[in-house]
């Protein structure tokens, strides 16, 4: 080994140095980050199983759980890439990754397109469906975070306007599918980031108040069907039972109060083995979680993602920069919106909208995207100290 350090003494000591560097980005992984999103994961996964295995114990139907891990270990990837590319270069691709999304956009509302329950939201690609709208969560993020960094917290009327229309295009695309749901997921994600860009306290007070005045005539509105109407503002009329558009809410509510405190058990919950329960596995999966874990289990679940939710602000606290701030600020606005609404909906306190429960709906596009965004966290995280 000395001869070698001898010959080449600049390499041995170039390698010495990388491996005492205390900045090196390995050496700042944040665990339990990292362990937070396995455990919901694995949480995920076990309730997708439940939920489609079928009710027959000799006939055990595997095929969407061997799905919904193949999804898991696709996201698990794309997020360990993510994390190692220094997270400022992705301001060099963020108008690219946005005018991608919005092509695609612009395709799946055309014959290309697939309709699934009322929206032209998808691309048929053999076994897998691609939602582009998924996938603009994220280049969202990355413009909007990218242009805040630039504009340095002095956001005055051309700059918000500049801001407001980065989602405004992908928003109106994504109106004409219709899919409400993941529409209010991009306006709480735009919401989070401007609060945090230092925008002026009147301004926010007048794009709320105009949000609300544009939820106002879209209802009133001939863009979205009559059932997607019902679905948004059943939950405001308790009278409704009876009505068809409120199926989903009735036996959500029953599964989630028949599991008690503990829960019927793993693969025991009535309504869940019986596919009593729409949706079960994707847009309601919360369902199950509290009919066969109970009040103890979904409490757990919640409870992870608090941890989850502390986890990314931290490390917005600890960015250096603008931009680590709010990449970090637009995931955890997803991630908190997407988690308030969906266990909100099943319990019958928020609207009903097709918006998957984060690291634990089956979906590909939703799960891809969430692990992406998640990657670029970890890697504001990894490199805070370079």
């Known amino acids: ?66 799905r919904h891990v193949v999804f898991l270990l696709t996201g698990a990837t794309a997020m360990a890439l993510v994390s190692m590319v220094d997270y400022r270069r992705f301001r060099e691709w963020a108008l690219i990754a946005y005018i991608g999304v919005c092509g695609l956009l612009m395709l799946v509302i055309s014959p290309l397109g697939t309709e699934v329950n009322g929206a032209q939201a998808w691309f048929n690609l053999g076994s897998f469906q691609l939602q582009p709208s998924e996938l603009t969560k994220v280049a969202v993020i990355l413009v909007l975070a990218s242009l805040g960094a630039q504009f340095g917290g002095d956001i005055d009327l051309r700059r918000l306007a500049l801001l407001l229309a980065v989602p405004g295009f992908p928003l109106a695309l994504i109106m004409l599918q219709p899919d409400p749901g993941t529409a209010m997921v991009i306006v709480a994600i735009t919401m989070g980031v401007l609060l945090v860009s230092n925008v002026r306290a009147k301004h926010i007070a007048a794009l709320t108040l105009f949000g609300l005045t544009g939820l106002v005539l879209v209802l009133n509105s001939g863009l979205l069907e009559d059932y997607q109407k019902s679905r948004l503002t059943v939950f405001l009329n308790p009278n409704a039972a009876l009505r068809e558009e409120a199926y989903n809410l009735n036996q959500s509510k029953i599964a989630i109060g028949s599991g008690g405190v503990l829960g019927k058990g793993i693969f025991e919950g009535t309504q869940t083995q019986l596919d009593i329960v729409p949706e079960q596995h994707t847009d309601f999966i919360f369902t199950a979680v509290g009919e066969e874990l109970g009040f103890v289990g979904a409490a757990t679940l919640l409870v992870l993602f608090g941890i989850l939710c502390w986890r990314i602000w931290r490390i917005a606290q600890l960015s250096r920069d603008q931009l680590g701030l709010l990449l970090c600020v637009g995931v955890l606005s997803m991630i908190v919106f997407q988690m308030f609404q969906n266990a909100g909906m099943t319990m019958g306190i928020m609207p009903i909208t097709g918006i998957p429960l984060p690291l634990v709906s089956h979906g590909g596009s939703s799960t891809i995207a969430l692990f992406v965004g998640l990657g670029l966290v970890q890697n504001v995280h990894m490199r805070r100290f370079s």
């Open 1 to 66: 080994m000395d001869a070698f350090a001898g010959r080449w003494p600049g390499t041995t000591r170039s390698a010495s140095s990388m491996r005492r560097n205390p900045s090196a980005a390995w050496r700042h992984v944040d665990l339990i980050l990292l362990g937070t999103v396995a455990a919901i994961s694995l949480i995920g996964t076990l309730m997708v199983f439940s939920a489609t295995r079928g009710s027959d114990p000799d006939n055990v139907n595997t095929a969407t759980l061997q």
